[in-house]
């Protein structure tokens, strides 16, 4: 299961997998990383963001002539 969350302005993808690291300094630590289906995600998020910025500047553009 792939979630998605906004922390300020930074878009994070991942899955449900992680890994557990033990560490010098306190409780072990987990680390997400992106899977394929992923970056299949985020690719589709990349592509309507270029498409929505796409049509905002061609208003832009417009409303400036």
């Not at 930074?10 to 409780?27: A, H, L, T, V």
């Amino acid at each position: 299961e792939i979630s998605a969350c906004l922390v300020g302005s930074e878009m994070c993808i991942r899955d449900r997998s992680y890994r557990w690291e033990e560490s010098q300094q306190g409780p072990p630590r987990k680390y997400y990383s992106i899977t394929e289906q992923g970056r299949d995600f985020l690719k589709e998020l990349e592509n309507s963001w270029n498409e929505l910025t796409s049509a905002v500047n061609s208003i832009k553009e417009n409303h400036n002539n």
